[in-house]
């Protein structure tokens, strides 16, 4: 019974699983549910569905322990990008990015299997952009300041 002015068991209880003890707790619960994404995309991947080798890739991109894998997350992300898949392309132009990278700590960003390139990342953003992505224009234009003319050039030509 909850009185004025005295927290309830049930409310400490509560803050302390929103707390630090939460999040410990979730991750056996997270690695699960990333397994289940990964075999729920896998055999449309592997078929040549450019929507599921694009979210597929993406279980690797940012997964718990053995799930996670840079270079087998770039390749299936890069497999649909090739073929048009709009966020797979954005998704690209996030990986080679110097600044942003695998969206990792910098430690990391040595395990990812894609060089990180400035011009490569606007010429997928600009891709992506011309295939209706809404935030790539503004990545673009942001990888765009740091560029030399030549670069910028360059990158329109990839």
């Known amino acids: 019974m909850l009185t004025p ?3 309830s068991l049930a409310l400490a209880v509560l803050a302390l699983l929103l ?9 056996p619960i997270k690695a699960a549910y990333e397994e289940e994404e990964r075999h729920r995309w896998e055999a449309k991947a592997k078929d040549g569905n450019p929507e599921a080798e694009y979210k ?5 991109c940012c997964g718990l322990g053995a799930f996670y894998n840079n270079v087998t ?26 600044d942003k990278g695998f969206g990792l700590p910098q430690k990391k960003l040595q395990d990812a299997s894609l060089p990180q390139d400035d011009v490569l990342a606007s010429a997928w953003y600009g891709i992506a952009a011309k295939q209706g992505d809404g935030d790539a224009p503004r990545e673009q234009a942001a990888i765009a300041r740091r560029l030399t003319t030549e670069e910028v050039a360059r990158s329109r030509q990839l």
């Open 5 to 7: 002015g005295r927290p």
């Open 19 to 27: 707390g630090g003890c939460f999040s410990a707790a979730t991750v």
């Open 56 to 60: 597929y890739g993406m279980t690797f």
């Open 73 to 98: 997350a770039s390749e299936w992300v890069c497999k649909a990008a090739r073929k048009g898949y709009v966020k797979a392309q954005a998704q690209v132009g996030h990986f080679y990015r110097k």
